[in-house]
């Protein structure tokens, strides 16, 4: 019995990990599914954000060119990369200085042809694409992880703003709408009113506006949150979305950690200001695919994902304390 007894102690202290209360959860920052973790957001968009562009795409000072010639079909081949200057121009190696400034990127590019063919007579190919856009400045307010004004790469849409700045994870009701305030003038001003469900899931340009300089974007405010920990990937706080069940938020939450006790799964919910306990076999549901038994959430449940008790990732630590706990059997003997 002592050694059972020994053993217990030491399987207790080498496998319990401690449970992060409610009050750790709340002070978590806000996620969504559409973003696994927080992001330090960057500074500016660099070139590994640079925005996908159009034909339609106006040049300006600060746009990183580059160019492609191909002389008589490969037997010349120049590559070229401009820096578009504050005058709006570049100078091309022994054709001349051009300026591209409020140029579409299709205007450029036949624009640069004409003046390669006064000096070349040979035959020739020219590609040009922009390598990186130049920044522009907007300023997001409202419900944001990151609020204030941004420098982004110009040729973002409102849809990758608002994934930059932790929109995407505050898990806002799709039907909210973002407005943006452009000005059109010296006291002029144009409003957008954009629904969030078009922007995400619209499929035109519209919808997904295309953002200027000086933008000023707002944000819906989160009227609700859901909070899930226990032995999950990211215990936090979780915007609450209509129609999201008890399932979707341990997804959301990164899923159940290997040592999670799925049968034990509970839901708190405050009933005429009483807390009520649902007792919910989340295995049956998430690995059984008993979708009938998923519980439809409510604004300010609580959801726990509890641990095994005893839970040994490998061989090696179920065998670590056996051997810890024969030590500790043999020092209480003596």
Same mark, same amino acid.
Do not use: W
């Given at each position: 019995?002592?050694?059972?007894?020994?053993?217990?102690?030491?399987?207790?202290?080498?496998?319990?990990?401690?449970?992060?209360?409610?009050?750790?959860?709340?002070?978590?920052?806000?996620?969504?599914?559409?973003?696994?973790?927080?992001?330090?957001?960057?500074?500016?968009?660099?070139?590994?954000?640079?925005?996908?562009?159009?034909?339609?795409?106006?040049?300006?000072?600060?746009?990183?060119?580059?160019?492609?010639?191909?002389?008589?079909?490969?037997?010349?081949?120049?590559?070229?990369?401009?820096?578009?200057?504050?005058?709006?121009?570049?100078?091309?190696?022994?054709?001349?200085?051009?300026?591209?400034?409020?140029?579409?990127?299709?205007?450029?590019?036949? +624009? /640069?042809?004409?003046?390669?063919?006064? $000096?070349?007579?040979?035959?020739? !190919?020219? @590609?040009?694409? &922009?390598? #990186?856009?130049?920044?522009?400045?907007?300023?997001?307010?409202?419900?944001?992880?990151?609020?204030?004004?941004?420098?982004?790469?110009?040729?973002?849409?409102?849809?990758? +703003? /608002?994934?930059?700045?932790?929109?995407? $994870?505050?898990?806002?009701?799709? !039907?909210? @709408?973002?407005? &943006?305030? #452009?000005?059109?003038?010296?006291?002029?001003?144009?409003?957008?009113?954009?629904?969030?469900?078009?922007?995400?899931?619209?499929?035109?340009?519209?919808?997904?506006?295309? +953002?200027?300089?000086?933008?000023?974007?707002?944000?819906?405010?989160?009227?609700?949150?859901? @909070?899930?920990?226990?032995?999950?990937?990211?215990?936090?706080?979780?915007?609450?979305?209509?129609?999201?069940?008890?399932?979707?938020?341990?997804?959301?939450?990164?899923?159940?950690?290997?040592?999670?006790?799925?049968?034990?799964?509970?839901?708190?919910?405050?009933?005429?200001?009483?807390?009520?306990?649902?007792?919910?076999?989340?295995?049956?549901?998430?690995?059984?695919?008993?979708?009938?038994?998923?519980?439809?959430?409510?604004?300010?449940?609580?959801?726990?994902?509890?641990?095994?008790?005893?839970?040994?990732?490998?061989?090696?630590?179920?065998?670590?304390?056996?051997?810890?706990?024969?030590?500790?059997?043999?020092?209480?003997?003596?």
């Amino acid at each position: 019995m002592r050694f059972i007894s020994i053993f217990l102690i030491a399987s207790f202290l080498v496998t319990l990990a401690p449970c992060p209360g409610i009050a750790q959860v709340i002070t978590t920052p806000v996620y969504n599914a559409t973003q696994a973790a927080p992001v330090a957001p960057a500074a500016a968009a660099g070139p590994s954000d640079q925005p996908s562009l159009k034909d339609t795409y106006v040049l300006g000072p600060g746009d990183l060119l580059e160019a492609h010639l191909i002389v008589k079909g490969n037997a010349l081949v120049l590559d070229y990369s401009f820096l578009i200057n504050p005058e709006g121009s570049i100078y091309f190696p022994n054709v001349s200085e051009v300026k591209l400034e409020g140029l579409t990127l299709k205007q450029a590019r036949e +624009l /640069l042809r004409k003046e390669i063919a006064k $000096k070349y007579r040979e035959n020739f !190919t020219l @590609y040009l694409m &922009v390598a #990186r856009s130049k920044l522009i400045n907007v300023y997001v307010a409202g419900q944001s992880v990151d609020t204030g004004l941004k420098n982004i790469s110009d040729g973002y849409r409102i849809a990758d +703003l /608002l994934k930059m700045v932790g929109f995407a $994870k505050s898990g806002s009701d799709l !039907t909210d @709408y973002v407005y &943006v305030k #452009r000005q059109t003038g010296t006291d002029e001003f144009q409003d957008f009113k954009l629904r969030l469900r078009d922007i995400f899931l619209g499929a035109d340009d519209k919808s997904n506006l295309l +953002l200027k300089n000086g933008d000023i974007v707002t944000v819906p405010t989160i009227k609700s949150y859901v @909070y899930v920990y226990g032995d999950v990937a990211r215990s936090g706080t979780f915007g609450y979305v209509q129609g999201q069940t008890l399932s979707d938020y341990i997804n959301i939450a990164g899923g159940p950690l290997a040592r999670a006790n799925l049968s034990g799964v509970t839901v708190t919910r405050q009933k005429n200001g009483k807390p009520h306990v649902f007792h919910i076999n989340a295995s049956r549901i998430l690995r059984e695919g008993h979708t009938e038994e998923d519980i439809q959430i409510l604004p300010g449940d609580v959801i726990n994902v509890p641990g095994n008790f005893f839970y040994f990732s490998d061989f090696a630590s179920f065998a670590n304390t056996v051997l810890l706990a024969l030590t500790l059997y043999n020092t209480v003997a003596r």
